[in-house]
């Protein structure tokens, strides 16, 4: 290269930006089915169908060059040229030594950051749809540590509702939501999650042990919500059902927490409005009929080992947690 060309100097050619380095790669080789695609996009649809192919479900975590040209109909060198510019701009990732492609780091942030927005505003309206139909408080939650951190909440009762509920944490051991977001975790993810930080505070119904909490786990994550009665006080009921993503991951729990004796009268129905609610935003973050309650549920937590069963039991937390 010369040096004028080096330092922008009048005879260098323009620099390429992401879109014209893309637009560089397009060619006449696109099956007729592609044709109207890349006519109306051109090159930006054509990195699309790269990263489709390369982010299909249960696909294969990476792919070579030919692989992918041949799915696509398209000419190795253009899908070569195509990658490099991804790569460079971290949406695809090469694997080290081979020369094949992955789903890069930059997009499991944006859609990290997208999950997170869309989950915080779509809780939102699902709490206060159903604290109104339920006259009970309800909280959405993720999973923070060995903690559920409440996200989202509402109740009918505005005393209630200022409380500041958004942002307490409440262990994951026994409350109804917390239990819910360890439904993909076997035994070995669950010890590591808990047995650092213990159970936590708990009530009198609360498990006591690592084995105590896994069994609970694999009989709620069977019937697809959990329920913690008497957990983190006496008296306070509450329902949990877990949230997932497009992948069919956990992501968050959904739950309602509310006095016993006002709770368990109308069981069913509270248990029917989680269930629904939860689905609800499962559908909201792209979760499919695979995504919902029951999908990627892991392999059955095996039993604890003796090592880590016992953990200690502090006194219990404030009321209200689900």
């Known amino acids: 290269m010369s040096p004028r060309a080096r330092t922008g100097g009048p005879d260098a050619p323009a620099p390429r930006s992401p879109a014209t380095s893309l637009a560089a790669t397009a060619g006449s080789g696109a099956p007729h089915g592609r044709r109207n695609r890349d006519e109306a996009g051109g090159p930006v649809h054509r990195a699309l169908d790269v990263l489709d192919l390369l982010g299909t479900p249960g696909g294969p975590s990476s ?17 070569s040229r195509l990658l490099k510019v991804l790569a460079d701009a971290g949406f695809v990732d090469r694997e080290p030594g081979s020369l094949r492609y992955r789903i890069g780091t930059r997009l499991f942030a944006i859609g990290a950051t997208a999950v997170d927005r869309r ?8 709490v206060a749809r159903e604290a109104a139909l339920l ?22 009762d505005s005393e209630l509702r200022a409380s500041g509920w958004v942002g307490r944490t409440a262990p994951l051991s026994c ?10 975790l076997d035994t070995a993810a ?8 213990g159970l936590g505070p708990a009530g ?9 909490l896994v069994s609970r786990v694999v009989d709620e994550r069977r019937r697809g919500w959990s329920t913690a009665r008497n ?17 069919g991951a956990v992501v968050a729990a959904l739950g309602v927490s509310g006095p016993e004796s006002r709770v368990d009268p109308v069981f069913d129905e509270v ?41 200690s039991t502090p006194p219990a937390p404030e009321r209200g947690a689900s």
């Open 231 to 247: 957990e983190t006080d006496r008296g306070l009921l509450a329902v949990g059902a877990p949230v997932r993503d497009s992948g």
């Open 135 to 156: 006259g009970e408080r309800i909280d959405v939650g993720i999973r923070s540590g060995g903690s559920v951190m409440t996200i989202s909440t509402a109740a009918p």
């Open 271 to 311: 248990r029917a409005a989680v269930l629904r609610a939860a689905a609800d935003l499962s559908r909201a973050l792209g979760a499919g009929a695979g995504g919902l309650a029951g999908a990627r549920a892991g392999p059955p937590p095996t039993p604890a080992t003796d090592g880590v069963s016992p953990l």
């Open 119 to 126: 989950l915080r505003d779509e809780a939102d309206a699902a």
């Open 190 to 197: 669950i010890a590591r999650v808990i047995v650092p930080e």
């Open 63 to 79: 792919l070579g060059v030919v692989e992918i040209a041949r799915q696509l109909g398209r000419d190795k060198s253009q899908v």
């Open 204 to 212: 009198p119904a609360a498990p006591r042990s690592l084995d105590e």
């Open 175 to 184: 409350t109804a939501t917390g239990r819910a977001l360890l439904f993909d």
